[in-house]
């Protein structure tokens, strides 16, 4: 092993062990924005759904919809006046597409 090889290592490690990365430990939430409220309207089969008057997006693939606990539903099972909470896509539509909806 090569004496700059062991030096980085040693210093990640140390930088770990201590909290310290120079990497980003979640990216997960940049810019996105809560949502809470009832389902309001629900457009193309779950496609569209209003939460608080606003037009929400619900991809198939890029958002995790959670209905009562069970984070494995299917975006065709929601229905009106359920309470739900969920984090906004940035990237995608303007804003309006929904990373996760959990509902109840």
Same mark, same amino acid.
């Given at each position: 092993?090569?004496?700059?090889?062991?030096?980085?290592?040693?210093?990640?490690?140390? +930088?770990?062990? !201590?909290?310290?990365?120079?990497?980003?430990?979640?990216?997960? @939430?940049?810019?996105?924005? $809560? #949502?809470?409220? *009832?389902?309001?309207?629900?457009?193309?089969?779950?496609?569209?759904?209003?939460?608080?008057?606003?037009?929400?997006?619900?991809? +198939?693939?890029? !958002?995790?919809?959670?209905?009562?606990?069970?984070?494995?539903? @299917?975006?065709?099972?929601? $229905? #009106?006046?359920? *309470?739900?909470?969920?984090?906004?896509?940035?990237?995608?539509?303007?804003?309006?597409?929904?990373?996760?909806?959990?509902?109840?």
């Amino acid at each position: 092993m090569k004496l700059s090889t062991a030096i980085f290592t040693s210093v990640l490690a140390i +930088g770990l062990v !201590t909290g310290f990365t120079a990497l980003p430990t979640s990216t997960a @939430d940049a810019g996105s924005h $809560k #949502v809470k409220g *009832k389902i309001e309207k629900i457009k193309r089969e779950g496609r569209q759904v209003y939460i608080n008057g606003t037009k929400y997006f619900i991809s +198939g693939s890029r !958002t995790n919809v959670c209905i009562k606990g069970a984070c494995d539903g @299917d975006r065709a099972n929601l $229905k #009106v006046g359920m *309470k739900c909470k969920a984090r906004t896509n940035p990237a995608k539509k303007g804003g309006k597409e929904l990373k996760k909806i959990k509902c109840k």
